[in-house]
C-alpha cells in the first residue's frame, strides 16, 4: 500500500472518512474526532517520491531517502525559496 490510508482507519480517537486531496508533498483527509464527534480537515505530511506506506499503514523513509526528507520539512527552506523567487522577478 502506497499513498493514502483509506477509509475507515483509525488514529487514535480520529476516523479517517474520505481523501479530500493529495499532492506533491502530502495527502488531506475529512477526519472525525470520535470522541468529540467533530469533524475537520488533518493534513499528513507523504511526500511520495521520498516516502512509502508499510502494510500497517506506517511511513516508511528508505535511508537513502532521509536526508532529502530532513531537506524538504526545514521551515526555512520554504522562505529562502521565497525569497529567491522574489530577487529574480525583480531583476532587469
Known amino acids: ?6 477509509a475507515g482507519s483509525r488514529i487514535d480517537s480520529l476516523r479517517i472518512d474520505r481523501v479530500l486531496g493529495q499532492g506533491a ?6 477526519v472525525t474526532d ?3 464527534d467533530t469533524p475537520f480537515a488533518l493534513k499528513e505530511y507523504f511526500p511520495p517520491q ?3 506506506r508499510a ?3 506506517r511511513v516508511e523513509i528508505p535511508t537513502r531517502r532521509r536526508n532529502d ?3 524538504a520539512k526545514d521551515p526555512r527552506r520554504q522562505t529562502i525559496n521565497y525569497i529567491v523567487r522574489r530577487r529574480r522577478r525583480s531583476r532587469v
Request: hydrophobic residues 45%; proline residues 8%.
Open 1 to 6: 500500500m502506497n499513498g493514502p490510508l483509506p
Open 25 to 30: 508533498f502530502g495527502i488531506t483527509y475529512l
Open 34 to 36: 470520535t470522541v468529540l
Open 50 to 52: 521520498l516516502a512509502r
Open 55 to 57: 502494510g500497517d499503514g
Open 69 to 71: 526528507l530532513n531537506w
